[in-house]
């Protein structure tokens, strides 16, 4: 079975706090994503990293960034936490157009 | 990255055919269309690749034109379990994947 292993199911921080996301996979798997989901705003792309120590930035950057050190751990980093990044978190990893999700870490900052 | 165009709900009954039609005016010559797949409360699921005419695997059918410009995905016979977002993504083989809103499929019994 493909296996995408995120940190935590269900996370709280305080604003301010810095966070950290971490995701795995066992695919050896060039590619890897951090995505965020809200309500009404569909599937939105923070980073993608196509190899290990390279990444581009998705639609969505600002007030994130990204750490690739190991081909099979993608981090998330929340430099200062703030309310507006409560969201449902998904990693995943792929190859070609093929990527496979995690269950997805549900963040809420209060 | 093309961007993609495609209904926002979608209403069918048990055992019925879906097409959910994506346009896709902008594709590029090295773009593939890729169809993705979400429950509730869980990750998307690739469901089907194409680059043109038809692709047919055991979940759904991919249909794309001549010109490119749009394609359908073909689930038959749908069942309730069938009820999900599905999205349509275009882009090329480096596989950076952007997600649009998605096509809210609702199966009714």
């Known amino acids: 079975d493909v296996k995408v292993t995120q940190s935590s199911r269900y996370l709280v921080k305080r604003t301010g706090e810095k966070v950290f996301l971490e995701c795995v996979q066992d695919?050896?798997?060039?590619?890897m994503f951090w995505y965020r989901q809200d309500p009404g705003l569909g599937l939105r792309l923070i980073y993608f990293?196509?190899?290990?120590?390279?990444?581009e930035k998705g639609d969505i950057p600002e007030g994130y960034s990204v750490s690739r050190e190991k081909k099979e751990r993608f981090s998330l980093i929340l430099e200062s936490a703030s309310t507006n990044q409560t969201s449902m978190y998904l990693c995943?990893?792929?190859?070609?157009?093929?990527?496979?999700f995690g269950q997805g870490t549900r963040l809420t900052v209060v | 990255l093309a961007k993609t165009t495609q209904p926002i709900s979608m209403d069918s009954y048990e055992g019925q055919e879906v097409n959910i039609t994506c346009s896709h005016n902008n594709i590029a010559t090295n773009d593939y269309i890729t169809w993705y797949q979400q429950f509730p409360s869980q990750g998307p699921r690739f469901i089907i690749q194409g680059y043109k005419t038809k692709v047919t695997n055991e979940v759904a059918s991919l249909f794309i034109p001549a010109d490119r410009k749009s394609s359908t995905l073909s689930l038959p016979r749908v069942s309730l379990s069938d009820t999900a977002v599905y999205y349509c993504?275009?882009?090329?083989?480096?596989?950076?994947?952007?997600f649009g809103q998605g096509t809210t499929l609702q199966v009714k019994p």
């Open positions: 995943a990893h792929g190859r070609d157009t093929e990527a496979f």
């Open positions: 993504l275009v882009g090329d083989i480096k596989g950076k994947l952007i």
């Open positions: 990293s196509y190899d290990v120590k390279m990444k």
């Open positions: 695919m050896d798997h060039e590619n």
